[in-house]
């Protein structure tokens, strides 16, 4: 499967803006010969928007800007993973991420899980389910969004349940780039999976953002990975012989000891 | 609280011949003004010296190699974490570290939980217990054993039951080194701990070890850090201050979400 992870400047407040923007990045997707484009937190918006402009956005994962992406994804024959303000069904906002299939199809949601700071924290409710695992593209894909994934447990909570790959929208500002040359890396080669990290560039409500966007194989290498200022389009061929080598090589998964640190949900201890 | 962290080659499976040189690095320790002198793996017989030998040599964590460690400690004034393979009760065979302090007292004993590849498994039984976690030097000091750092469970639960070090003897070989300049600065950072990873240089039984041994700050960077090839006794001070500076930076244990992907025992999901 080949991904293109877009590293870019965060958008306006503004959702025809955001789904325009969308459309070109998806255009140069297919074009490039990729079945999924993987965007950064809260493309279709912009992330560090406030309260207001959050709960003014929000829309329901099928409401209208959902089916705008539906159509991109048809239009082009591509996959997109976006992120975006989720109005749930109890009223509140959640900071989530949407897989929409290069036939439309809505095939995961997801709600960040661990807010970061005051910025997470006022404008959304932290989500209280795990990422779904699913088939796509030959492999099972798994989600976390930004902070989420600086959390072993996350990763190795999706690899247990079954994921050969993660793909992380992230909005990660200076001073934590180890988060992305360090964590990220360390969160494939522990787990023995895929690792794909799409951050924004330049300047948002007071915070920078660091780039470094990347793809990881399964031991811990860079396939891809953007420098800290330019906006860009990352490709990465996921291959599945990558993963089976790497998981042939590095028994972590299988040498646990969850009897002396607790399982994970759904493991025996 | 300084501590020696030693890099050196893999000794002979004799018990005189290593304790005779941990006599002469804990004299260089205190020299330097190191209040601890951590060892890599099974410094005191060799690690990879068949199972035969570790049989062989294997004693009580009170035997008399314990008690010579013991005289050595008193004799320099400072303290020992060493490893050996400790016999058992069970009389079973374990790959164990010991903390002696100053004083000659048996502060901690700890085995290897989680067993690397068949060079351990042919050798040893695998530990069933988690670390201790001690008071040392104005800090919680708790450990590790090479393959078991590898596991973010590790040292997770390591932090979760208290822990601010984490002492950590190796025998890590190559291609093995993003273990050293990878995954132990992720433990640190995620963690918001000091690891400290003690490793061998040069040949033994088909391996190469790599070195690369370090000290690494809870915020992730290197304190202090060998090189791949060369025998050293590394310094490094471990200062409460960058600790709860880290910690009130970086709020990764208290933003985990146990519910989520299971608590560790002991605390609440």
């Known amino acids: 499967m080949r991904i293109a992870l877009l590293q870019c400047l965060p ?99 997801y709600r960040k899980t661990h807010l970061f700071g005051e910025v997470d924290r006022a404008q959304f409710s932290a989500g209280d389910a795990p990422s779904p695992i699913v088939e796509f593209g030959g492999l099972r894909v798994g989600f976390a969004i930004c902070y989420d994934i600086e959390f072993p447990e996350v990763a190795r909570a999706l690899a247990l349940a079954g994921a050969e790959v993660a793909l992380v929208p992230t909005a990660n500002m200076t001073p934590f780039e180890s988060v992305a040359t360090r964590l990220v890396p360390a969160r494939a080669d522990e787990n023995t999976l895929f690792v794909a990290y799409a951050n924004y560039v330049g300047r948002e409500a007071g915070f920078t953002y660091c780039g470094l966007s990347c793809v990881v194989a399964p031991d811990g290498t860079d396939l891809a990975r953007a420098g800290a200022g330019d906006e860009t389009l990352l490709l990465a061929d996921l291959d599945r012989a990558r993963l089976d080598a790497a998981r042939s090589r590095v028994t972590y998964l299988r040498d646990r000891r969850p009897e002396l640190y607790g399982a994970t949900p759904g493991e025996d201890a």
Chains 1, 2 share one sequence.
């Open 11 to 109: 958008g306006a407040a503004d959702l025809a803006a955001g789904l325009a923007r969308l459309d070109g990045c998806a255009t140069a997707a297919a074009t490039s010969g990729a079945t999924l484009l993987v965007t950064p937190e809260m493309f279709l918006t912009g992330y560090a928007i406030g309260a207001d402009a959050v709960a003014r956005l929000a829309e329901p994962a099928d409401g209208p800007a959902a089916q705008a992406v539906v159509a991109i994804c048809r239009t082009h024959g591509t996959a997109v993973l976006y992120g975006y303000p989720e109005r749930g069904a109890d009223g509140a906002v959640y900071n989530a991420v949407q897989l929409i299939d290069a036939d439309g199809m809505r095939r995961a949601n």
